[in-house]
Structures are given as structure tokens and as C-alpha cells.
């Protein structure tokens, strides 16, 4: 081969290879990007489509909420969609035409050219769905591989990454004397122990903060800073609600959830005892008392309303607060139509209803059924009563002794009679009245190995006899009973034939010696329970221990609303109501949960609300732990990784760093086994919650309201901190821990109750400086400082609370007398200093208050202070004191006391 011919062979291989390698890098560049449902088009459609084409309206038969609708064919008789044909789409044809007419959005700004061409680009790719981030199971998160002396743990590997992306740095560590109180604030809410703060600014050990951390972290005061947050979720109140809002003896429930959180239970097990605590095997009081959180629903006492109307708003608010509390999602409007930027659908939602529309309560001024709080010396009683039944009658008549003395439980309440004649419903809803020959029906009453009825009625006319008849009006009589006259009500047992079976009572009620003229409602009732006799007759001490049942069956001691399940014989169907409306019944549908979140109930998971439990603490469950994650760092930083921690939904606001969240959420469910206070230090352990909050210009211009986290949190304390923070550094704090709730001061005229004439009587002695956890919340009339720091209403769940800044606040800790009296005890806690001088009084109070000393400049701004107050009131007796009062005053307003730095 000649020497030309080689070269000009080599000539046209490189130029085939250059040719296939352009080729190459034109079909590789041209390769359409995959477009993202979930992150690209979901949002254009939530945001100009799906007002008009969802779950509230389909116009023209065409909704984009699900997959199969947008592709079903609309009233055209055509899909709107076809996978595959952009071009063939009338969808297409829509958003591009020209005539604004014809042109979707109607009568809306069109949709860009960008976001045209990711329509087509979709539908041209098959019109895929995706689900919203927030649905897909939570998995397992690698760590981002950063390396930097700044990061502490984990967490900080997540934030390092975010900030370099976004070309910042973190900022410094803050110093102790504000990590001390930064960490304290958040852990247990006010300042800790004088020793606990003096070992940990003197100590040089490196461990000293973690040291101070798990202190904290076992300090009594963590349960009842955490369970005001909780409370909130909870919708917790001391009185009922609606126009009449009378008390409520539900403090055991506030109780229960501060020792939840100080004995660190794990939150699967913390979700299961207030869901289904009644329905765990052997119940203890402590299960009973912990469903008392779907009973902190408002109850309506109103005389004229319908008591099934409100049964049914309570049972709607408890599948409202699971879903927000629990899972972070709006669902509330599902109860209407289908939800119109999520995947749930309308009837959905009754099948969660189903789970809790089998309880025994029915919205009754009552508020059966209670778990009764015996005091301790008839607690005393009723043990030796049991220990008593289970020697001489066995262990089943124990349990139903007991069940029935704590409960009032199994009874019907008398409100649901019907088939009256000459009687009515009345008395605020509570009672059945019946007059001369009145008559009423109750259904469905379970009489099996039945020989005794206790009821609790009121009758102030001799002469009264009630018959007891099976089936029918006219039916064979089981019990008779001659009615006692009393101006009280009273508790009544009437034996009779042992029965069987499920019968109706018909009760009627006779007195030959009420006259014409003189025919009132004679009787009266609120509940009654076809039980059995008390068991153990002719056994040694009989009779006494009768006795001793009966006096603890009729003493008036509160009780706490809990929650029990229905028997079988008395089981609630579920249907669908039509627009929401309870009166208006579709289809009926039994208990499931929504097919969209990814995964089915757990296999053999019971149909009740053990079974929903086991659903809701699943591993594979993508809400709760993300949910609990989000909040506790919420309370930490001030905002949520997903801010709107109420909504994780399509609506919500975009989670900042979504892989740090799922992170965090996989670990509290398999590395911390569900452990909060675990999950809280690994938190307050990070580089990224120790930094300082000091704001420069650059991050200010970048992230002025600190979504990456280049410096530390600087909130504005809630109203309870700012309570508890001022009882604590006025050294009047009570450490009196768990209680019926207190009432510190305020004023007359707050609390208006014309319904009973309830009155705010401010609290003495140290129960006046009680924690805020324990202070009285009346749903009508809150206390006053608290609402005014964004308190919550506990009306209905609160998933967050809406920080304000307006100048009533100032007012409040400047002139309020609840805080002009802390003022005056920190006060003379400064005037006790040993030091002489009131320069060093001053110094030292600072020191209480923040934990470092004074800065030079600001000492002499107190000092010159104190001059002018104690010039002010010269002559007076006390005017040291006085002046001295003037200064703590201003010094508990710094901006740096009532925010967290």
C-alpha cells in the first residue's frame, strides 16, 4: 500500500468516527428529560386547574385529581388526555388556543411557554401520575459525605450540604451562658436548678453541654413543657365548650400526657393508648384516662339542641384531629366532597369515620361514660371491695364490679328512648320526663343473665310506681319499683328474674294520686343499667360489703370523660353523608383507610381502633413519624422543616430539606425505636442548633428569615415560656406538680356564665404561681396574657401556632398585674443580693435573667434608672424597694427575655 493511500484510509476512518461520535452527542443532548409529575406538573395544576377541574367541581366532566379520571372521557364524549398524543388533546388544544373563550385557565392569565411545553412533553410521555413526596413510604437516607470540622452529627451533614449549595457557611458556636438558656427554654421551658446552671458555666469538660442535655432531659419540668405542646393537638380544656361552656373534670387526661413524656414512652405506644387505650387487653386506669384525648371534644349543653347532631361533630373532629395531629394532613374537607389538591377521596373519609362512630358517648351533659376519680380513701374501699367479690365470687364478677363502680358502665342514657307518650326529652338533653301514665321505649337492651337495673332518677312526688315490660307496651312486666320522693335525684336498684336475651323496655310510669290539673313531669331520669345483682351472696360479710358497694356506687365524686367502644348489640352503621351534611345519608361503608397513602392495613388488623392503630404506627405508615419529626424540630427552630405543619400535603409549603426530614423520620421509627427525648438530643446536639443567632448583612440578603440554617434559632418565646420564664426568675415559682387546674390572678369581669354562674375565684398561696400548664382554660373566656401571646383556643386541634408582635404584648408584661407582681418578687430576690452596692444588685439580676454578666454599657442605663425611681418616691418607707421594682420591670422586658436567642 502506498503512502497516500494510507493517509487518505486513516482520512475517512476519523472522519466516520467523528461523524458516529456527533451523532452520539446530538441524540444524547436531544434525549428528552423525563418530566417529574409530582414536582413539575402537579403544582400548575393545583395552582390554575384544579379550582375548577377537582375534587369541589368537575367542569365539563373533566377532573385532574386522579389518573383515571383525567383520562375518562369527558361530557365531549372524548378524554381531554391522551397518553402518547399530545397533539391529539383537547387539553392542548385548550391551553394554547388563542380565542379567550376557548383558552383554559378561563378568563386567567395563560399558562406560560414553559409550562406548555411541559404539558406536552408529559402527555407525550405517557401522561404519567406521580405521588406527592409526603405519600411515598419513608426510607432509608444516606448521609451526605461532608468533610468539616463544624459538624457534630448526622444533622449537620444534611445543613453543611444545603449551605454550600446555596454559597454560605454556618455561623459560630454560640457562647454558654446563651446555650444554656436556649437549651433550657426548649427542653423543660423556664431556667433550671441554680446547681444544675453553676455546673455547667464553671465546668471546662467538653462534655459539659450533653452533660447539662440529659439533665434536662430527666427533669420533671420536660413533661410539662412538652405537653403544652401537645395539649394544643389535643384540644385540651377544662370546660366544655359551645355558649354554656361548663367545666369539665378532664385535668387526669393533662396529667396523664406530662408523665407520658417525662417516662419517655415510646410515641407509637403514646398514639396507641389515647387512640385505643380502652380497648388494650385488661385496661388499666392509666389506658382509660389516655383516650380522654378524643374526648376533649366540645360537648354542647344547650337545652333545645340535638344531642346526635353533636355525637356525630365530635365524632367528625376526632377523625379531623388524627389526621392533623397525627399525620400532618389536611383532611377536614373530605367530609363534603373528595379533597381537591390530595388523593382522598369523599367516601373515604366516612370509612375512617367508621372507626370511631361506635363509642358510647352521645354528646349528654353527663359526659358518659367517666372513669370516676375516687379519692384515695375510697380507692382504699373499692380494693377491698374486689379483693372481697374475687375471693368469695371469681374473677369475672370482680371485673364487672369494677368496670361498673369506675364507669357507670354497661347503661343506656335515657335520652335515646322513644316511642314517647306523655313525656318528653328535656332538661338541657340530659333527662327523660314523663308524666301520669307516660310511657317510653328503650331499644335494644341487653338483658342476658340480667337480675338487677340501677338507675339514677329524680321524682319529688309520692305515690310514684314504674313498671318494667319486655317487647311491648302491654309485654309481660319484669320489675315493678315504688318511686321515693326527694327533692335530690338519687340512685335506685330494682331486682327482678334472672332474663336473656336482647329485648326492648317499655317504662312506664303510674301515680293515682297526682289529680287533674296538677300533671306535671313527675319523673325524671338520665341513664340506667340492666345489670346484676352484687354477687357473693351468703358468703361471710355479705352484707357489709353490700353496703360498701352501694356507697361508693352513689358517692358524687368527678369523673373523666373517656372513651369505650360500643357492645355489639348496640353498633352504629356508617354512612356516607351527601355534601357533608349528617342528615342526608348515601351509601353505607365500613371501617378502612385511604387507598392512596401506598400501603393496605396491616394483615389480621381488627376493624376497630386497635386495628387503626396498628395502621397508623406501621413503619411503612409515610405521615406519622415525618409528621412528629417535623414538629419536635419545629419547636426547637420556630418553623418546621415543611412549615405548614398542619399540611404536608400538595398545598403545604415545600419541605426545605426534604432528605434530612425522611432522614430524621427513618431514625426515630428504627434507630431510636420511636424514643422522643432521643430524637430531641440528637437534635439539640447538632453544630446547626448551637450556633449563634447573631444576623449578618449576608445572611440577612441570602436567608434573612433563616431556611438554611447558617445561624442558630431566634424566636420570640410562647406564651407559656414567657409566664414561666417570669415565675421562675422572680424566684415564686411553685414546683407543685399534676392537679386540678388553678386559677392565677386576673381580673373581675372576664368570665361572664349566665348559664351557672361560674366564676373565676383567683387562686391563693402557691397555687397562684403555678406553671401555665395548670392554669384553668375556659374554651370562652382564655386568660388574658396568654391569648395575647398567641395562645391557643384548644376549640379544635391547633397543629402550630401563628407567631404576632403587636403592642398589646409589651402592654401585657409592662402593666399586667400577674406580672407586676413577678416584677415586685424579683425585686427584692435582687434586694437580698449580699453584695451592698446597688450597682452590683443590678449586675447580679442581669445575671439571673441571662446568665452573663452585664454588658458595661447597659449597667449605668439601670443604675440612672434606679436613681430617678428612687428620686421619684422619696419619703416613702419603701422606696428602695420601689425603685428597685422599677428596674426588674424593665429588665423582665428586654427584647432579649422574651425571645429566644
Known amino acids: 500500500m502506498s503512502g497516500g493511500n494510507f493517509f487518505n484510509n486513516q482520512r475517512k476512518w476519523l472522519v466516520l468516527a467523528l461523524l458516529v461520535a456527533a451523532v452520539g452527542v446530538f441524540i444524547f443532548f436531544n434525549q428528552e428529560k423525563q418530566v417529574d409529575y409530582s414536582a413539575e406538573i402537579k403544582p400548575i395544576l393545583n395552582k390554575k386547574c384544579i379550582t375548577c377541574h377537582g375534587g369541589v367541581k368537575a367542569k365539563a366532566g373533566f377532573s385532574v385529581l386522579f389518573r383515571e379520571e383525567a383520562l375518562a372521557a369527558t361530557e365531549s364524549g372524548k378524554p381531554a388526555i391522551i397518553p402518547g398524543d399530545a397533539d391529539g388533546s383537547e387539553?392542548?388544544?385548550?391551553?394554547?388556543?388563542?380565542?379567550?373563550?376557548?383558552?383554559?385557565?378561563?378568563?386567567?392569565?395563560?399558562?406560560?411557554?414553559?409550562?406548555?411545553?411541559?404539558?406536552?412533553?408529559?402527555?407525550?410521555?405517557?401522561?404519567?401520575?406521580?405521588?406527592?413526596w409526603a405519600y411515598l413510604p419513608v426510607k432509608e437516607i444516606s448521609v451526605p459525605a461532608?468533610?468539616?470540622?463544624?459538624?457534630?452529627?448526622?444533622?449537620?451533614?444534611?445543613?453543611?450540604?444545603?449551605?454550600?449549595?446555596?454559597?454560605?457557611?454556618?455561623?459560630?458556636?454560640?457562647?454558654?451562658?446563651?446555650?444554656?438558656?436556649?437549651?433550657?427554654?426548649?427542653?423543660?421551658?423556664?431556667?433550671?436548678?441554680?446547681?444544675?446552671?453553676?455546673?455547667?458555666?464553671?465546668?471546662?469538660?467538653?462534655?459539659?453541654?450533653?452533660?447539662?442535655?440529659?439533665?434536662?432531659?430527666?427533669?420533671?419540668?420536660?413533661?410539662?413543657?412538652?405537653?403544652?405542646?401537645?395539649?394544643?393537638?389535643?384540644?385540651?380544656?377544662?370546660?366544655?365548650?359551645?355558649?354554656?361552656?361548663?367545666?369539665?373534670?378532664?385535668?387526669?387526661?393533662?396529667?396523664?400526657v406530662i408523665r407520658a413524656f417525662n417516662d419517655n414512652m415510646p410515641y407509637d405506644r403514646f398514639i396507641k393508648e389515647q387512640i385505643a387505650g380502652d380497648l388494650l387487653p385488661e385496661p388499666t386506669d392509666e389506658d382509660y384516662i389516655a383516650t380522654a384525648f378524643h374526648r376533649n371534644t366540645m360537648t354542647n349543653d344547650e337545652g333545645?339542641?340535638?344531642?346526635?347532631?353533636?355525637?356525630?361533630?365530635?365524632?367528625?373532629?376526632?377523625?379531623?384531629?388524627?389526621?392533623?395531629?397525627?399525620?400532618?394532613?389536611?383532611?377536614?374537607?373530605?367530609?363534603?366532597?373528595?379533597?381537591?389538591?390530595?388523593?382522598?377521596?369523599?367516601?373515604?373519609?366516612?370509612?375512617?369515620?367508621?372507626?370511631?362512630?361506635?363509642?358510647?358517648?352521645?354528646?349528654?351533659?353527663?359526659?358518659?361514660?367517666?372513669?370516676?376519680?375516687?379519692?384515695?380513701?375510697?380507692?382504699?374501699?373499692?380494693?377491698?371491695?374486689?379483693?372481697?367479690?374475687?375471693?368469695?365470687?371469681?374473677?369475672?364478677?370482680?371485673?364487672?364490679?369494677?368496670?361498673?363502680?369506675?364507669?357507670?358502665?354497661?347503661?343506656q342514657n335515657s335520652t335515646n328512648a322513644d316511642s314517647i307518650q306523655k313525656g318528653t326529652i328535656y332538661g338541657n338533653n340530659a333527662d327523660l320526663g314523663l308524666m301520669k301514665n307516660g310511657s317510653a321505649r328503650l331499644r335494644q337492651v341487653n338483658l342476658q343473665n340480667s337480675n338487677q337495673l340501677v338507675w339514677h332518677y329524680n321524682s319529688n312526688r309520692k305515690g310514684g310506681v314504674v313498671k318494667f315490660r319486655l317487647d311491648k307496651r302491654d309485654g309481660p312486666v319484669i320489675a315493678t319499683t315504688n318511686i321515693k320522693a326527694s327533692d335530690q335525684s338519687r340512685y335506685d336498684a330494682v331486682s327482678y328474674p334472672v332474663q336473656s336475651g336482647i329485648h326492648?323496655?317499655?317504662?312506664?310510669?303510674?301515680?293515682?294520686?297526682?289529680?287533674?290539673?296538677?300533671?306535671?313531669?313527675?319523673?325524671?331520669?338520665?341513664?340506667?343499667?340492666?345489670?346484676?345483682?352484687?354477687?357473693?351472696?351468703?358468703?361471710?360479710?355479705?352484707?357489709?360489703?353490700?353496703?360498701?358497694?352501694?356507697?361508693?356506687?352513689?358517692?358524687?365524686?368527678?369523673?373523666?370523660?373517656?372513651?369505650?367502644?360500643?357492645?355489639?348489640?348496640?353498633?352504629?352503621?356508617?354512612?356516607?353523608?351527601?355534601?357533608?351534611?349528617?342528615?342526608?345519608?348515601?351509601?353505607?361503608?365500613?371501617?378502612?383507610?385511604?387507598?392512596?397513602?401506598?400501603?393496605?392495613?396491616?394483615?389480621?388488623?381488627?376493624?376497630?381502633?386497635?386495628?387503626?392503630?396498628?395502621?397508623?404506627?406501621?413503619?411503612?405508615?409515610?405521615?406519622?413519624?415525618?409528621?412528629?419529626?417535623?414538629?419536635?424540630?419545629?419547636?426547637?427552630?420556630?418553623?418546621?422543616?415543611?412549615?405548614?405543619?398542619?399540611?404536608?400535603g400538595t398545598q403545604g409549603i415545600t419541605p426545605t430539606h426534604q432528605e434530612l426530614l425522611d432522614y430524621l423520620a427513618y431514625t426515630f421509627m428504627h434507630t431510636d425505636k420511636w424514643d422522643m427525648k432521643k430524637m430531641l438530643k440528637r437534635i439539640v446536639m447538632s453544630a446547626t442548633y448551637q450556633q449563634d443567632s447573631k444576623l449578618t448583612e449576608e445572611d440577612k440578603r441570602k436567608d434573612l428569615f433563616n431556611k438554611w440554617y447558617a445561624r442558630g434559632p431566634r424566636v420570640r418565646l410562647s406564651a407559656e415560656q414567657i409566664r414561666d420564664q417570669a415565675l421562675s426568675i422572680s424566684g415564686a415559682l411553685s414546683a407543685k406538680m399534676y392537679g386540678p387546674g388553678v386559677m392565677p390572678w386576673q381580673p373581675e369581669g372576664i368570665w361572664l356564665s349566665p348559664y351557672n354562674g361560674a366564676r373565676w375565684e383567683n387562686s391563693k398561696g402557691e397555687e397562684q404561681y403555678r406553671r401555665s400548664v395548670y392554669t384553668y382554660l375556659k374554651r370562652t373566656a382564655l386568660y388574658p396574657s396568654m391569648i395575647s401571646f398567641d395562645g391557643a383556643q384548644r376549640v379544635v386541634c391547633s397543629a402550630r401556632r401563628i407567631r404576632t408582635n403587636t403592642p398589646l404584648q409589651a402592654l401585657v408584661t409592662l402593666n399586667d398585674s400577674a406580672y407586676i407582681d413577678l416584677a415586685g418578687h424579683f425585686a427584692r430576690r435582687m434586694l437580698a443580693v449580699h453584695e451592698q452596692q446597688v450597682e452590683q444588685k443590678i449586675a447580679k439580676g442581669y445575671e439571673l435573667l441571662l446568665f452573663k454578666p452585664i454588658p458595661p454599657a447597659r449597667l449605668p442605663i439601670f443604675v440612672k434608672l434606679y436613681n430617678q425611681a428612687l428620686d421619684e418616691y422619696k419619703g416613702r418607707k419603701d422606696s428602695a424597694a420601689a425603685a428597685m421594682f422599677v428596674v426588674a420591670n424593665a429588665m423582665m422586658n428586654l427584647d432579649e427575655v422574651v425571645t429566644k436567642n
Open 146 to 256: 461532608v468533610n468539616d470540622s463544624w459538624v457534630k452529627n448526622d444533622i449537620d451533614n444534611f445543613i453543611l450540604q444545603k449551605l454550600q449549595e446555596k454559597l454560605m457557611k454556618p455561623s459560630a458556636k454560640a457562647d454558654k451562658a446563651t446555650l444554656l438558656r436556649r437549651v433550657s427554654l426548649d427542653l423543660i421551658g423556664l431556667y433550671p436548678s441554680e446547681k444544675l446552671v453553676q455546673e455547667y458555666l464553671q465546668s471546662n469538660d467538653s462534655s459539659a453541654y450533653e452533660k447539662l442535655v440529659d439533665s434536662l432531659l430527666v427533669s420533671p419540668q420536660f413533661g410539662e413543657r412538652w405537653a403544652s405542646m401537645w395539649l394544643d393537638l389535643a384540644r385540651y380544656a377544662d370546660t366544655k365548650g359551645y355558649e354554656a361552656d361548663n367545666g369539665r373534670d378532664i385535668w387526669p387526661y393533662r396529667d396523664w
Open 304 to 411: 333545645g339542641t340535638n344531642n346526635e347532631e353533636f355525637r356525630t361533630s365530635a365524632v367528625v373532629d376526632r377523625v379531623n384531629t388524627t389526621w392533623e395531629a397525627l399525620m400532618g394532613t389536611t383532611f377536614s374537607c373530605v367530609q363534603c366532597h373528595s379533597h381537591p389538591y390530595d388523593p382522598f377521596r369523599h367516601d373515604e373519609y366516612y370509612k375512617f369515620l367508621a372507626y370511631f362512630n361506635d363509642t358510647r358517648d352521645e354528646d349528654v351533659p353527663g359526659e358518659f361514660p367517666l372513669l370516676r376519680q375516687f379519692p384515695d380513701s375510697m380507692q382504699k374501699e373499692l380494693d377491698g371491695l374486689i379483693d372481697w367479690v374475687m375471693k368469695n365470687a371469681g374473677d369475672d364478677d370482680a371485673k364487672r364490679v369494677k368496670h361498673f363502680l369506675r364507669t357507670y358502665q354497661p347503661a
Open 504 to 648: 326492648d323496655i317499655f317504662i312506664e310510669y303510674e301515680n293515682p294520686s297526682i289529680t287533674k290539673g296538677l300533671e306535671d313531669f313527675a319523673l325524671s331520669f338520665d341513664w340506667i343499667s340492666f345489670n346484676r345483682e352484687f354477687p357473693g351472696k351468703g358468703q361471710p360479710g355479705y352484707d357489709s360489703q353490700q353496703k360498701r358497694y352501694w356507697r361508693l356506687l352513689t358517692a358524687n365524686i368527678p369523673g373523666t370523660p373517656i372513651l369505650l367502644q360500643n357492645p355489639d348489640h348496640l353498633h352504629r352503621t356508617t354512612q356516607v353523608f351527601e355534601r357533608g351534611n349528617w342528615r342526608t345519608k348515601g351509601k353505607k361503608v365500613g371501617p378502612a383507610v385511604p387507598a392512596s397513602l401506598s400501603f393496605a392495613m396491616p394483615v389480621n388488623a381488627p376493624k376497630n381502633r386497635i386495628g387503626l392503630v396498628q395502621w397508623l404506627t406501621d413503619p411503612r405508615h409515610p405521615l406519622v413519624s415525618r409528621t412528629m419529626v417535623n414538629r419536635l424540630w419545629e419547636q426547637l427552630f420556630g418553623t418546621g422543616i415543611v412549615e405548614t405543619l398542619e399540611d404536608m
Open 91 to 132: 387539553l392542548m388544544r385548550r391551553i394554547t388556543h388563542n380565542d379567550p373563550e376557548e383558552r383554559m385557565p378561563y378568563k386567567h392569565e395563560p399558562l406560560t411557554k414553559d409550562e406548555i411545553n411541559l404539558f406536552r412533553n408529559w402527555i407525550n410521555q405517557g401522561a404519567k401520575w406521580g405521588d406527592h
